[in-house]
């Protein structure tokens, strides 16, 4: 088969994987992770569970059926069988079944409140993972434009070298430099692609070698971040807490809280009666209420202790990490500008004095050895930042905006 006949049945193999590729932005991966992220799910069906969990624990009690036969011996008459057979109740009086429930089902909200932040740490490690991997890539093909230039160079000092116009010794030294290169370009090449499988593993998104991601949509590193309505899940479960220890307090402020009602028959030898009961329990000769309504004071004193040593601490954290990452911020703009600098200004003299033979081949490679850990720097610093950018929306509870 001839080139030409090879590279006519490729191409239309070019065009039909490109027709079918498909390119995921950052909005399209987190509607997909949303749809499909069990913890959600989990999360609604441990909901529907505390829920009727509360409302059978809060149930008002089953009917009581009894019954007794005895036989009886009287002194005077025949003998024979004597029955009784009842039913009795307990009725809440008042509000009490739906005060109890209310207690309950607060304090079940302020839990599931607490564990949406396990969702909102979800987001932001997959929005993480995603930035982290659009530097990968962006190293690996900046690395590769590197690479491409170095081998290009290395093919003009190998053919001088037949020239007889560079030493052996020279050439070596470029040979193990291009194999250095080229090995640390196969490990960025591994790194970037090891990352992309981290995205799609993350938001369950099918994973194909022409699925790609968009990388267009990174957020921009900036020195200040702005920061509204800070701690929302934390301060939302504060209060639906207080709510049901406020609840409680009220439950429990009640002097008549329930009656039994029993309806009886009793058929003795020679009678039919019939009964009706009523039953009043006497809280004020028990201090039980008493020592509910203080449990809940006192928890409502521990909840409100609790809450404010949590905030000064998540305070101090948020202020440490917009610190660190107004410094990182601030580095990534010091590096770039220094490593523009020695690309633009010292690096192609360099280069133009080992073209003219006026600088040494280890000077020559050592600069740009110095080139290339300015550009890992930027990007060293620049994953950095992204880490503390989302480890900081995760602590502050906020939705982040570009």
Known sequence: MTKISQRYIFLPLLILQTAYASTYTLDKILK????????????????????????????????????????????????????TA????????????????????LSNQAALLEKEKGLLNFTNRLKNTYHQHCLDRQNQKSFEQSYREFAKLYKKKEKAYHYDEIS??????????????YAQLQERQMRQEIS??????????????????????????????????????????Y??????????????SRKLESV????????EL??????????????FTSKKSEYERAAAMYQNSSISLEYEQTMAEKKSLLAQLQSYLRGHALMVKTLKSNYQNYQKNLLPLIKKSYALGETSVIEYLLNRQRSYQLREEIYTTKKAYYNTLFKLYTVSETKDSK
């Open 168 to 181: 052996k010794t020279e050439l070596m030294q470029l040979k193990i430099e291009k194999n250095r290169l």
């Open 32 to 83: 997909y992770a949303a749809q499909n992220n069990t913890l959600s799910e989990a999360l609604q069906q441990e909901a529907l569970a505390l829920e009727s969990t509360n409302k059978a624990d809060t149930a008002s009690d089953p009917l009581d059926l009894y019954g007794v036969m005895t036989k009886a011996y009287p002194r005077i008459g025949e003998d024979g069988n004597e029955y």
């Open 196 to 237: 992309k499988q981290n995205v799609f593993m993350l938001s369950k998104i099918p994973y194909t070698s022409s699925t790609n991601l968009s990388c267009e949509d990174i957020y921009p590193i900036k020195l200040q971040v702005d920061l509204t309505n800070t701690f929302k899940l934390s301060k939302k479960a």
């Open 239 to 252: 209060q639906k807490r207080i709510q049901s220890t406020q609840a409680a307090l009220k439950r429990h």
């Open 260 to 267: 039994d009602i029993l309806a009886e028959y009793n058929k």
């Open 270 to 283: 020679d009678v039919d009666k019939y009964s009706v009961g009523l039953s009043i329990p006497l809280t």
């Open 86 to 105: 009842g039913v009795s109740k307990k009725f809440l009086l008042g509000s009490i079944q739906k005060e109890e429930q209310k207690i309950t089902r």
